[in-house]
């Protein structure tokens, strides 16, 4: 008799919810465009390994991910998002978003909370579940699109207290060079702090990364390289990983 483990059981569920994802957004668009004024939509995506600021979530193992969205034209949205991850007593991580967006004359600028959950990590313990707020704006200046994101955590993931991470991103589109329609080079670099470091062994970190993406009969995919500037000793799942995303919007 095959036994069916928790995660392979999370990792099926994802693939089920992910799967009928878009055709649940679209029978119930109506209804909710009805009671909620703005627009709705979601996505599905298949990541080869989910890497969260750097570091695996998911044991170097691939991940299913989903989201529905809902934003109004004043600014204000809010969504759900979720993957499967693989952590001791948690397999599906669960954010929960609402904020507010705006556009200052070509700059983008948000201000969001998130809120990280995990079931069946609800022991005290273990305190995973965790708030965060978030700051980010961006600007396209036509032949490179910008980005800078300011996140802050007073009790951050299982307990380890004050956390910020600062982050900057940069695409630059490859069309002049490359006959190949949305094809990009991405660039990421990001700095963790956390107040307790012992509680999970990782120092304050800088991630970075570099990739290619593109959309193809309407996926996007997207190739990139990451990796930490923590000692071969320390980062274990967040050194020198080449990751391949797949995901489709509607």
């Excluded at 983008?108 to 579940?129: E, F, K, M, N, V």
């Excluded at 990139?224 to 080449?242: L, N, P, R």
Aim: glycine share 10%.
């Amino acid at each position: 008799m095959t036994t069916i483990t928790t995660k392979t059981a999370a990792v099926a569920l994802a693939l089920a919810v992910g799967a009928a994802m878009p055709y649940a957004v679209m029978a119930e668009e109506s209804a909710l465009e009805a009671a909620f004024p703005g627009e709705f939509s979601g996505g599905v995506a298949f990541t080869t390994d989910y890497l969260f600021r750097g570091v695996s979530q998911t044991d170097s193992e691939p991940a299913i991910q989903g989201n529905i969205d809902w934003g109004h034209d004043s600014g204000l949205h809010g969504g759900i998002w979720a993957s499967n991850v693989d952590f001791t007593d948690a397999d599906i991580e669960i954010d929960y978003i609402f904020g507010l967006s705006h556009d200052f004359s070509g700059l983008s600028t948000d201000i969001s909370g998130i809120y990280y959950q995990y079931p069946g990590s609800d022991d005290d313990t273990l305190d995973y579940a965790y708030w965060e707020l978030a700051l980010s704006a961006g600007y396209d200046f036509g032949f490179i699109s910008t980005g800078l994101s300011f996140n802050f955590s007073p009790d951050n993931f299982g307990g380890s207290g004050d956390a910020h991470y600062t982050a900057f991103s940069a695409s630059v589109p490859l069309e002049a060079f490359i006959p190949l329609n949305a094809l990009a080079l991405n660039g990421h670099v990001g700095r963790q702090e956390i107040e307790d470091n012992i509680t999970f062994a990782l120092p304050d970190y800088v991630d970075y990364a570099v990739g290619v993406s593109t959309t193809f009969k309407g996926i996007d995919l997207d190739l990139s390289w990451w990796s930490t500037d923590m000692d071969e000793s320390e980062c274990d799942e967040a050194c020198d990983k080449v990751v391949f995303t797949a995901s489709k919007s509607f």
